[in-house]
Every structure is written in structure tokens, then in C-alpha cells.
């Protein structure tokens, strides 16, 4: 791992503490279990693998049970095929945001909120019927507008969510033991909104139309074809950010700490390329949300719209 690259440069007493950092988890499990003779890194390895297996297994069988009428894989290989114009938005995005690094505050703010609107103007990429249509997608398409009725219940939808994501959180803090119903209860909600919020936006639904449309994408076998495409982004999404973003902030938030202190104590300078190392660790933990969650929701909204279609709930972009 990088961090480990860099700090074998510094002297043993600061690897050491690293390792101890690392074994700390494994020796209270042993602890816990009273398998005080089973090396600490072994038992930490162990719980590692058995827990990774059996959310595998879970999410495995669960996937399956969901994907009776759509193949939500070939629906995600078909949304990261759309790599190209992501791309560009993703382009765009970080010039923003190394602008916004890099200018003065008030034009810094201004680069900022660019890169924050772009994020909310994704489904008129996303959400054209001609381009969920396509065997593959355009390397390259523009914006389509869906009309104003269609947009307004896509907004009201995505403000019930934030109201719901609201009043769960609350929960969850008020009662910790309603954490993980909490979280269940909001992949579901969001399932749910969103498949309500597409179809009107893929039909450009005005009037009475426009609630109709929501309620057959509601039906049993679209939600069960938007909960895997789902599932399956944010199985992508952590192995794709995790690991980078956990090196990062274990990174800075433990082994920073205890290398500059360490060097300070012996009085030692810290060098060049620590300091460069930590400002840009900063940086990253600044604006790496903003490209994640654009990621995240660009794959998401695609990919519910090509489910939907798949699922005979909207029309050929011809229709």
C-alpha cells in the first residue's frame, strides 16, 4: 500500500507503531473470544474473510431472487459503457474543483458551485428514451428536457427522499440499535422514488399522466429490477472508492499524526515531500465527494432507466 511505501523511509519506531495500529483490531477479538493462544493478525484475517464471504453469499442470493425478468449485470455493463460522456462530465467536474483549490476564495466559491450544479442536472443526460433505447450509448449525447411537470415531480420526489433520509437518520441517532433498518429502509425508499421519478421523466409525462406513470413504475417487478441495479452500483461504488478514500483518511487521521510528532520530538525537520504528501491527502478528502457521488449517480440513473425500459415500463423513444 502507498502510505506503507512512504513511511519505510522513516526510522523503526514510527513502523512499529504503524504495525500495532494494525493489530489492534485482532487482538481485541481475541480478547473478545478468549482465543488468547490464536495470533491477533490470524484472528483478524479470519473475521475479515468469514464477514466478506457471508455478505457475498447474502448479497449473492439476494441478487439472484431480484433479477427474475432483468439481468441488472448486463444493465450495469451497459450503464459503464456510457464511460465516455461520463468522462467528459467528470473532466469538467475537476477542472472545477482544482479551480476552486486554486483561485481566490470568492472565484475559488464560484467554481464550487459549478461543480455542485452539475450534479443535479445528471438525468437530463440520463433519463432519454432514445438513449436507453440503443443497443450501446452515443459516446457522446446532449441534454434533453422533459418538460416542466415531469421535472417538478422529480424534484418533489427527490424532496420526500430528503425528508425520509432526514427523519431515519434522527432515528438511528436517537436509537443506535435502528441503524442498519434505518439503512435498509432508505435503499428502499430511494428504490421507490426513484423508479417513481424516471418513468414520468423517460415518457415526459404532463398531467394525470404523469402520476400514472409512477404508479406502474411501482409495480413488484420494476422495483424488484431497480433495487438490483441498485444493489449492484453501490457493491461497485465501494469497491471503487473504498479502498483509496480508507488509505486516505487512515492516512492522515492516524500515521500523519504520529510520523510529523515523531520527527518533531527527535527534532527533526519533517521533509519536502511530507508536507506535499499531506496537503494533498487534504485536498483529496476536500473534493473527492463531489466525482464519487457524480459517478455514483450518473451509473444509477442510467441504469434505472435502461431497467425500466427493460421491464416494459416505458414506451420506444419512437412511441
Do not use: H
Request: net charge positive; glycine share 4%.
Amino acid at each position: 500500500m502507498l502510505p506503507n511505501a512512504i513511511y519505510a523511509r522513516l526510522d523503526e519506531p514510527v513502523r512499529s507503531q504503524m504495525s500495532e495500529l494494525v493489530r489492534v483490531p485482532g487482538m481485541a477479538l481475541t480478547g473478545r473470544l478468549g482465543l488468547t493462544a490464536l495470533p491477533a493478525q490470524a484472528a483478524q484475517i479470519a473475521l475479515v474473510f468469514l464477514a466478506v464471504t457471508a455478505v457475498a453469499a447474502i448479497g449473492r442470493a439476494v441478487l439472484l431472487w431480484l433479477d427474475r425478468r432483468t439481468d441488472s449485470a448486463a444493465v450495469v455493463r451497459w450503464g459503464l459503457s456510457s464511460a465516455p460522456m461520463l468522462g467528459l462530465w467528470l473532466l469538467a467536474e475537476l477542472i472545477s474543483l482544482v479551480a476552486a483549490f486554486c483561485l481566490p476564495p470568492s472565484l475559488g466559491l464560484l467554481s464550487w458551485l459549478i461543480a455542485i450544479s452539475g450534479f443535479f442536472v445528471l438525468p437530463l443526460f440520463c433519463w432519454r428514451a432514445d438513449i436507453i433505447e440503443a443497443v450501446s450509448p452515443p459516446r457522446v449525447w446532449a441534454p434533453a428536457w422533459p418538460g416542466w411537470p415531469a421535472a417538478g415531480f422529480a424534484v418533489l420526489m427527490a424532496m420526500l427522499y430528503l425528508a425520509i433520509s432526514t427523519a431515519l437518520d434522527l432515528v438511528a441517532q436517537t436509537a443506535r440499535w435502528t441503524g442498519p433498518f434505518a439503512f435498509v429502509a432508505e435503499i428502499l425508499a430511494s428504490t421507490a422514488l426513484l423508479a417513481a421519478a424516471a418513468l414520468p421523466w423517460l415518457r415526459r409525462s404532463r398531467g394525470a399522466a404523469t402520476l400514472r406513470a409512477a404508479a406502474k413504475a411501482l409495480r413488484p417487478a420494476s422495483l424488484r429490477a431497480v433495487l438490483a441495479v441498485q444493489l449492484r452500483i453501490q457493491g461497485f461504488a465501494v469497491l471503487v472508492f473504498g479502498p483509496p478514500i480508507a488509505v486516505f483518511a487512515i492516512d492522515s487521521i492516524f500515521f500523519m499524526p504520529q510520523a510529523t510528532a515523531y520527527l518533531s520530538a527527535a527534532g527533526t525537520q519533517p521533509p519536502p515531500w511530507l508536507s506535499q504528501w499531506a496537503a494533498f491527502e487534504q485536498w483529496v478528502q476536500w473534493a473527492w465527494t463531489i466525482p464519487a457521488a457524480t459517478v455514483t449517480a450518473w451509473i444509477t440513473l442510467i441504469c434505472i432507466a435502461r431497467a425500466l425500459r427493460q421491464n416494459d415500463a416505458v414506451p420506444a423513444a419512437s412511441d
